[in-house]
């Protein structure tokens, strides 16, 4: 059975940092795009961070370039988003997915193209 489950959100306060962790099961990431997902109340499930299955190129939306990161350890079979300078416009329920299309295709086309889609973490930023 394909697997992906993330972990390590949680409530932060304004400017603060998480990693947030996205590990495989039952199958190889390798060679899949992996992007990170998420959806606040009330609004629509976007795309924020996807790397590459065949480098470690990365796309990530304007609202998170210059404080999240998107990486990956192939043998850990685990991606990571780093985020950093934490806002209260980042709370969401955030998700990772996998997917054989490319990188940014993926991010912005969602689960439609997904293979594999996590349960989610949520993430509160908040004083």
């Known amino acids: 059975q394909l697997q992906l489950v993330e972990s390590g959100g949680g409530l932060v306060q304004p400017g603060g940092s998480l990693r947030l962790s996205c590990a495989a099961s039952?199958?190889?990431?390798?060679?899949?795009?992996v992007g990170w997902f998420r959806q606040a109340p009330g609004k629509d499930v976007e795309g924020i961070s996807c790397i590459s299955g065949s480098d470690d190129s990365t796309y990530d939306i304007d609202s998170v370039k210059g404080r999240f990161t998107t990486s990956r350890d192939n043998a850990k079979n685990t991606v990571y988003l780093q985020m950093n300078n934490l806002k209260p416009e980042d709370t969401a329920v955030y998700y990772c997915?996998?997917?054989?299309?490319?990188?940014?295709?993926?991010?912005?086309?969602?689960?439609?193209?997904?293979?594999?889609w996590g349960e989610g973490t949520q993430v509160t930023v908040s004083s």
């Open positions: 039952g199958f190889t990431m390798d060679y899949y795009a």
């Open positions: 997915a996998a997917s054989r299309i490319f990188f940014s295709i993926f991010c912005n086309t969602g689960r439609i193209n997904a293979d594999v």
